[in-house]
Structure formats: C-alpha cells, structure tokens
C-alpha cells in the first residue's frame, strides 16, 4: 500500500525560483492538508482542502499557492521561493469527519532555499 | 484559536525504564481529541495514541498510555518499559470535533533518547 507519497523528497532552490510540491494518496481520502516543520515548533499548517476543486488557507499560507484538480492530488507551489521557505513540508490525508480522525502523512520533502 | 505546548525539549531514558511527555493545550472548546505523534529519525509521522476529549478512560495502546485531565488542560504521554525503537521526536496534536478539515495543531515536539 502506498498510502501518501510525496515527490520530490529533497529539493535545493535559488532564492526567486519557482518550484510545485505534488502529494498523491490513494486511500479515497476526502482532506487533503499541507503542513510544514521548522525546528521547535512542531507543524503548522500552510493550506488544505476538504474535497475536490476546493481549498482553504491554514496557519501560515503567506507565500504559497496550493490545487486540487483531482481527489488524489493535493499540489503545493511556492511561486518566488526565499529563504524563510526552507523547511521540511509535509503532506497528509484523513477522511472527512464521522469515519475516522486519524490523518496519514508521507515521508516529507526537505526543502533548502539558497 | 489552540493552543499546544510540550515544554521539555529533550528526555533521555534508560532502556526498560519509563517515561513520561508532557503536554498542556489551551482551549474553549469541550469537544476535541488529542494525539500522540512519533518522529523517527526517517522522518515518517506515526500515530501513537488518541484520546476523545469525551471519554474519562484514558487511552493504552501496548506500552503507550496517557493521562488526560481535562480540567487542568493537561494529556501527558507515559512510554513503559522503553526500548531503542522509541528514540524519537514525539508531538502532541489537538483537533476540534466537528470542525471542517478536522485541522491538527502540533505542540513544538518532545525528542526522546532511549539509551542501552
């Protein structure tokens, strides 16, 4: 099972570059959510979505641009990357409310802006 | 808005021995859940242990337990009989019932060393 997978797992950019983080996940999940890790402070979140065609801005979505075309795919894109983007991001999915609670994460992508 | 707040950076435990994360949130909330989340050093996110903010029982899972006190706003993470495979980064997570998304809020992480 493959469960959340993210591509790529590493990434180094120049400060200005553009780059699309692409998270797939093949359990039928309705929520979609994109977090990112910085050290001492846990994960926050930067968007998510709750069901095809449809997101919304989480904790810090300053920055960042996200789609949702297909229920599987939840894409996060950083138009003009800096370096306060330099982070590991983390994508995740759960079913929406009434089935379960439990979110399923992928591996994570460590991104370095230069 | 919550709240989560893990206050102990760092712990280091014997192997066999016992260990216990803390854990204080800050809410208006009276339905939630709340998770334990372990980090290991391949990055890889893996729920522990969950408790319904409803429910008096406090959640066991193997050698993983809890102690929740909803008045005090506490949910403290006991880990027994401690093994290597239990060095890690643990997180403390809190999720409103009900709410859209059902949106996790990380505490800044607890890092546990196991030593033989």
């Known amino acids: 099972n493959a469960g959340v997978t993210q591509t790529p797992k590493f990434r180094v950019l120049k400060t200005g570059q553009s780059m699309t983080l692409l998270c797939a996940q093949d359990?039928?999940?309705?929520?979609m959510y994109w977090y990112r890790q910085d050290p001492g402070m846990g994960l926050r979140l930067i968007h998510y979505?709750?069901?095809?065609?449809?997101?919304a801005k989480g904790e810090v979505p300053d920055g960042y641009n996200v789609s949702r075309l297909k229920k599987q795919n939840f894409l996060l894109g950083l138009e003009s990357a800096a370096p306060s983007q330099t982070s590991v991001y983390f994508c995740?999915?759960?079913?929406?409310?009434?089935?379960?609670?439990?979110?399923?994460f992928g591996q994570g992508t460590r991104l370095t802006v230069v | 808005a919550q709240t989560v707040t893990q206050s102990q950076p760092e712990m280091s435990v014997q192997e066999a021995e016992t260990v216990t994360l803390s854990c204080t949130y800050d809410?208006?909330?009276?339905?939630?859940?709340l998770f334990w989340y372990k980090q290991p050093p391949s990055r890889q996110m893996i729920l522990v242990i969950r408790?319904?903010?409803?429910?008096?029982q406090n959640a066991t899972e193997n050698r993983f337990s809890v102690n929740f006190q909803k008045a005090a706003k506490s949910f403290s993470l006991k880990i027994s009989d401690s093994q290597l495979g239990d060095t890690a980064m643990y997180f403390c997570?809190?999720?409103?019932?009900?709410?859209?998304?059902?949106?996790?809020?990380f505490g800044g992480g607890t890092r546990v060393l196991v030593k033989p």
């Open positions: 359990m039928n999940h309705e929520y």
């Open positions: 997570a809190f999720m409103k019932s009900r709410a859209a998304g059902n949106k996790l809020t």
């Open positions: 979505s709750v069901g095809e065609g449809t997101t």
């Open positions: 995740a999915s759960s079913y929406s409310w009434g089935l379960s609670t439990e979110a399923f």
């Open positions: 408790q319904e903010a409803y429910k008096q």
């Open positions: 809410t208006s909330e009276n339905n939630y859940y």
